[in-house]
């Protein structure tokens, strides 16, 4: 068989094979060979596949080009803002925004700042009442993703991000974060944004008493925020009121004197006496009148030890007291263990360490409160651990008849208006008071209060004498 021989084609055939087709002008004439067919056909490294990977490299270089170069573009031009679930400001933004969406489902008009969002999380708040009743609320906010605000007419991206894989080791939530997003030329607004849902947050709080209580070694407010309670309202005994209000004022305008003499910058009050009489009324009635918060604290809480009460005495939210009631049965027993073998209540001397040691916080306000005076350790009620004790007694005949005076002074409520009545009803009460007294016997401001409310002034000074019981000393 013959050896078959390439076959050789003349350069004017292959020149024609891959060239185009030459490009005649308007008046027939065939136009020059352009730069490409020149490059693609002269150039021997591009026939040879160079010119393939050139390009491709190119195209590459400047695909990375426009990337950096947007990516530039963006840091110069955009500004962004991260609030963690950690901080305060979490929570305002976030009712800021449930409330922009409350205000465009009112309006139904495209003029509102707020663009409807379309993912949407509920946040419930499950409210337990001491009687056994209990109320929930619920609240839409925007739920994780991608939504838009137009905020004093610049346009802002916000964007919720939920972390799944970490949560939060105590509460067990996860870790959230809110970034905002807008123009570098509007990152003023950001400012003025949270001090609007600042103040906005602030506006359902301002006139009314929150109440925290511990949850994990974190302060969080218990249900929604109460009304004030004037302090006129609690009747104490002359001068115990204005005794305790004074002290604590004095104690909040001295800060500097007491860094000025190394003193540790905190107050203990402790109040005692017989139940129903009135000391944690006075300790809210005295909160509200001073615009600060109550933090209750319950040292029989399962899973709260020595470094968790460490923790949450050195961080209680500022304006606030420490509530501790009945602390004399706070340590019947010294150590309770849950079925996993968890201790669940903090010792004695962690206690007191937490209270003035070297590991306790500054800037704490304490009030303890105990029915059973008689029963504490004297090393907790030492000054520096308890600086004042006032007792909060039953009613005496003064105390009755100012409170059956706001009861019933001014009104009908005996059948006529004749104030004469009232006036001869509440010294008679009075006298009640006194006789029962010399007995040995006494009743709560608790019992007359609730005496006043279910019954008409005659009706209460004649059956007033069933409520009194013997104290036992």
Same mark, same amino acid.
């Given at each position: 068989m013959s050896s078959l021989n390439p076959v050789s084609i003349p350069p004017e055939v292959a020149l024609n094979v891959v060239s185009p087709a030459p490009i005649a002008d308007a008046g027939g004439a065939v136009a020059a060979p352009s730069f490409l067919k020149s490059f693609l056909n002269d150039n021997p490294y591009f026939q040879a596949g160079f010119g393939l990977m050139t390009l491709g490299v190119g195209l590459t270089a400047m695909r990375q080009g $426009?990337?950096?170069? +947007?990516?530039?573009?963006?840091?110069?031009?955009?500004?962004?803002?991260?609030?963690?679930?950690?901080?305060?400001?979490?929570?305002?933004?976030?009712?800021? *925004? %449930?409330?922009?969406?409350?205000?465009?489902?009112?309006?139904?008009?495209?003029?509102?700042?707020?663009?409807?969002?379309?993912?949407?999380?509920? @946040?419930?708040?499950?409210?337990?009442?001491?009687?056994?009743?209990?109320? %929930?609320?619920?609240?839409?906010?925007?739920?994780?993703? +991608?939504?838009?605000?137009?905020?004093?007419?610049?346009?802002?991206?916000v964007k919720r991000e939920r972390e799944t894989r970490s949560m939060h080791l105590v509460s067990g939530t996860p870790w959230?974060?809110?970034? $905002?997003?807008?123009?570098?030329?509007?990152?003023?607004?950001?400012?003025?944004?949270?001090? @609007? %849902?600042?103040?906005?947050?602030?506006?359902?709080?301002?006139?009314?008493?929150?109440?925290?209580? %511990?949850?994990? =070694?974190?302060?969080?407010?218990?249900?929604?925020?109460?009304?004030?309670?004037?302090?006129?309202?609690?009747?104490?005994?002359?001068?115990v009121s204005e005794s305790v209000e004074r002290d604590i004022k004095s104690f909040l305008e001295r800060r500097q004197w007491y860094a000025d003499r190394g003193i540790p910058y905190r107050r203990g009050y402790l109040l005692h006496g017989p139940p129903g009489s009135g000391k944690t009324s006075f300790i809210q009635a005295l909160a509200g009148s001073l615009s600060y918060d109550i933090c209750v604290l319950n040292l029989s809480e399962r899973g709260l030890a020595d470094d968790k009460l460490f923790h949450l005495l050195s961080n209680a939210p500022e304006r606030s007291f420490v509530l501790i009631e009945d602390i004399d049965a706070a340590f019947n027993k010294r150590v309770q263990t849950s079925e996993d073998g968890y201790q669940s209540s903090v010792t004695f001397s962690g206690f007191l360490n937490a209270l003035d040691g070297v590991a306790s916080? @500054?800037?704490?306000?304490?009030?303890? +409160?105990?029915?059973?005076?008689?029963?504490?350790?004297? !090393?907790? =009620?030492?000054?520096?651990?308890?600086?004042?004790?006032?007792?909060?007694?039953? !009613?005496?005949?003064?105390?009755?008849? =100012?409170?059956?005076?706001?009861?019933?002074?001014?009104?009908?409520?005996?059948?006529?208006? =004749?104030?004469?009545?009232?006036?001869?009803?509440?010294?008679?009460?009075?006298?009640?008071?006194?006789? @029962? *007294?010399r007995d040995g016997k006494r009743i709560s401001m608790a019992a007359l209060q609730g005496l006043f409310i279910r019954n008409e002034a005659r009706d209460a000074v004649a059956t007033c004498r069933d409520f009194f019981v013997v104290r036992r000393t």
């Open positions: $426009l990337v950096l170069g +947007t990516t530039a573009l963006r840091r110069r031009m955009l500004v962004t803002l991260e609030i963690n679930n950690k901080d305060k400001a979490y929570e305002w933004f976030l009712a800021w *925004m %449930a409330n922009q969406n409350v205000l465009q489902a009112q309006r139904r008009t495209m003029l509102t700042p707020w663009a409807r969002s379309h993912q949407l999380s509920v @946040e419930t708040t499950v409210e337990h009442r001491k009687n056994g009743s209990s109320s %929930a609320l619920f609240k839409l906010v925007a739920g994780p993703g +991608t939504h838009y605000v137009k905020y004093k007419g610049a346009w802002m991206q959230e974060t809110v970034t $905002l997003t807008t123009l570098s030329r509007d990152r003023k607004l950001f400012s003025e944004l949270l001090s @609007e %849902a600042r103040d906005l947050a602030m506006r359902g709080q301002e006139g009314k008493l929150v109440i925290h209580t %511990a949850w994990g =070694i974190e302060w969080r407010p218990f249900g929604l925020p109460r009304q004030k309670r004037p302090l006129q309202s609690v009747v104490l005994a002359p001068g916080g @500054e800037e704490r306000i304490i009030f303890m +409160t105990t029915n059973h005076v008689e029963k504490l350790d004297p !090393a907790l =009620i030492r000054p520096g651990r308890v600086d004042l004790m006032a007792l909060i007694d039953d !009613a005496t005949p003064e105390q009755a008849r =100012i409170l059956f005076d706001r009861f019933y002074g001014g009104n009908d409520s005996v059948g006529s208006n =004749i104030t004469g009545e009232v006036e001869a009803l509440s010294r008679r009460l009075g006298d009640i008071v006194q006789e @029962e *007294m």
